[in-house]
Structure formats: structure tokens, C-alpha cells
């Protein structure tokens, strides 16, 4: 057999030391022809930026800034509340916005917040002014657009909601910068305790429940109401009613009265205040969690003149989910009979027939 032809391995001659210096010149050309180019677009889109009226932020040292020395707004406690958020999330909010002469115009808070916190440099935004009267006028109106801005409660209080299944109100409290009086909480609360051993069923955060508009407005077409024995100058139904200051229980009630109580282990006197003052002439609406299991629900509720139960749960004013309990309307009136009628109410209106009815149809049928 013919052997194999073996290849010849020529090795490569090295290129000359001319041609390598021009290889190396067109690259660092090509290089910087890419700078150029880029530089180019910047200051293209930095000049169309300017054009619109624009301007981007550039981090500065702290020290090239000034505050305004005439600011005529005291920040000094919100400047506490941004070094925790600085804390907890960075710098998360807008630049500081600077005047041509450097001195700041928007953002004084965030300044102070950083000074405290010791960082050395900010992001600054500048702007371009008429002169410093104008510059004082633009920094009027940023803070006097933002106070116009208001919270939608209904939203606020969905959202702290949410969060409060997978974080503790302290942590909520800190990561929002919201107080404690400035949350509304949807009430999952002490109801109802009984009077010997404030034993309760159901535990909530607040035990005042202002009633629902369209449930009441029914009840006051029926009765015609002369008295709200407890309410706030906020949430009244009547317009003759006692406030918390001026001590319902202490109070004779006269007329057709309302009475929705607080809820707390407090309740079996204001029960017990409706069935006194029904014995002297009043007749008393009382809207009262359903407590059958309690004292003062079988020594007062069950001595009235009608109980009636109400199907479904209600919402409560300011409530984002219905009550995580159930209501009942008693009523008191000055002859009570042996036995109070019991009878079963829709919580909404629109509602479907109740299960009675619905009942006596089939059996028709």
C-alpha cells in the first residue's frame, strides 16, 4: 500500500514590526472614533433634554450646596422621619433642586437628612431662574402644591389591610412613616365581654362603630328618631345626640332614642341604660352585636319588645370588610310583652328573599 503523503507544516512567518504599529493604529482609531461617537449623543440628547425644559440629576459633594437662609417652612420633624426612610431604602426620592448660584430651592428636608446622616455627596438637579425673586417663587409654589395633594381614606386603609397580614402595625408604622393616630385600622376587635368576667368572643382594635348610613336611614323612615344617646359630633344621626364628654349614661333619655354603644366590655350598661329608660316612657333602638351567650343579652335583650336579627353581617362606617360578627336590633318600649317577637332582617337592601318565605313557596307548590 502507498504510504500517506505527510503534510508540510509551514509555521507562519511573524508579521514585520511596521505592520504591527498599523494594526495597533486602527484599532486606537476605531476606539476612539466609539468615544467620539458617544460623547456626540450624549451631548445631543443633553442639548435636546435642555431644550424641552429639562435637566438631569448629577451627584455633587454636599459641601458645593447651600440651604436657603430665608426657608419660611419648619421641616425639622420631617427631616427625622427621612433619615429613617434614607435608612431603610436609600435615596429614594427626588433630586435636590439648586439654583444657578447653588443655593437649594427644593429639597431642603432631604439636605438636612443627609447632613445628619453624614453622606458626602446628594443628587442635584439644577435649574436656570430670572433672578433670585424667581427662584424664591419657584420654591414657594413646589411646597405649596404638594400640601394640596390628599389621601384617598377608603384606598389607605385597603392597602394597610393588605400588609397587615404579612407585617406587625410597629413595622408598618416605621416603614410608612404614618403615626399611629394617622391609621385607620378596619376594626377586628374586644366585642361584647361579659359583665362578670369580660370574657369576649371577638377582639378588635377600637369598640366605636359608626353605623351604616343606608341600614340607618331605614330604621329612621320606621321610627322617626329624636335622640342619638351615643355618638361623636362626626358621626351622629340626630341632630339632638351625647357625646363621649358629655356622658350618655348619665343622661335621661326622652323620645325615640338610637343607640348603637361602643362594643367593648362596657355594652351591658348601655343595655341596661335602654331598658330602664324604656320603663319610663322612651322607647330605645338599640343596634347591638348578637351576644346570646352573655348576661346582660338574657337579663335586659330578652325583656324587650322585639329582637330582630339581622341576616349577613353589616359593614360599619370606615370598614373595608364587613364586621367579623353578627347584629341584632333590639327594641325597647314601655310595655314590654313576657316574650320578645324575634324576627329576621336583611342586613343590605336589594337583598334576596329571605329562607322563610322561600320555604312557604316550595310548600304551596
Known amino acids: 500500500m502507498a504510504k500517506k503523503a505527510k503534510k508540510k507544516v509551514t509555521k507562519k512567518k511573524r508579521a514585520p514590526e511596521k505592520f504591527k504599529a498599523a494594526r495597533f493604529a486602527k484599532k486606537s482609531s476605531k476606539k476612539a472614533s466609539k468615544k467620539t461617537s458617544k460623547r456626540s449623543h450624549k451631548k445631543k440628547t443633553l442639548a435636546a433634554h435642555a431644550k424641552a425644559g429639562g435637566t438631569f440629576a448629577e451627584w455633587v459633594p454636599i459641601n458645593s450646596i447651600k440651604p436657603w ?4 417652612r419648619d421641616n425639622e420633624e420631617a427631616v427625622e422621619e427621612l433619615m429613617l426612610t434614607m435608612m431603610t431604602y436609600g435615596w429614594s426620592g427626588d433630586a435636590i433642586t439648586v439654583d444657578q448660584w ?23 438637579r439644577r435649574l436656570k431662574f430670572r433672578d433670585k425673586h424667581h427662584a424664591e417663587m419657584f420654591a414657594l409654589a413646589h411646597n405649596k402644591v404638594g400640601e394640596r395633594a390628599n389621601w384617598n381614606e377608603k384606598k389607605l386603609a385597603q392597602i394597610f389591610e393588605r400588609t397587615k397580614r404579612v407585617m406587625d402595625k ?48 331605614r330604621l329612621a323612615k320606621e321610627f322617626r328618631f329624636t335622640l342619638d344617646v351615643c355618638a361623636s359630633n362626626k358621626n351622629t344621626k340626630c341632630k339632638r345626640h351625647f357625646t363621649k364628654r358629655q356622658d350618655g349614661l348619665s343622661k335621661k333619655w326622652t323620645g325615640v332614642c338610637w ?36 348576661r346582660w343579652w338574657h337579663n ?22 364587613n364586621a367579623p360578627f353578627p347584629s341584632a336590633i333590639v327594641i325597647f318600649r314601655k310595655r314590654n310583652p313576657s316574650k320578645p317577637s324575634l324576627v329576621s332582617t336583611p342586613a343590605h337592601t336589594g337583598k334576596k328573599k329571605s329562607a322563610k318565605k322561600k320555604l312557604s313557596k316550595k310548600k304551596r307548590k
Open 69 to 72: 437662609k430665608d426657608n419660611p
Open 102 to 124: 447653588g443655593t437649594i430651592r427644593a429639597g431642603d428636608s432631604r439636605y438636612k437628612a443627609a447632613k445628619k446622616l453624614k453622606l458626602t455627596k446628594v443628587p442635584v
Open 170 to 217: 410597629d413595622e408598618i408604622e416605621r416603614l410608612s412613616s404614618f403615626r399611629p393616630t394617622e391609621i385607620k385600622w378596619t376594626p377586628t376587635l374586644i366585642i361584647g365581654g361579659d359583665e362578670k368576667n369580660n370574657s369576649a368572643l371577638y377582639i378588635a382594635e377600637t369598640d366605636e362603630w359608626e353605623t351604616p348610613q343606608d341600614f340607618f336611614n
Open 259 to 294: 343607640m348603637n354603644p361602643p362594643y367593648g366590655t362596657e355594652i351591658n350598661k348601655w343595655v341596661r341604660k335602654a331598658y330602664q329608660s324604656a320603663r319610663t316612657g322612651a322607647t330605645v333602638v338599640c343596634l347591638i352585636p348578637a351576644r346570646t351567650d352573655t
Open 300 to 321: 335586659f335583650v330578652m325583656r324587650s319588645s322585639e329582637i330582630r336579627l339581622i341576616e349577613g353581617r353589616l359593614r360599619f362606617g370606615g370598614s373595608v370588610e
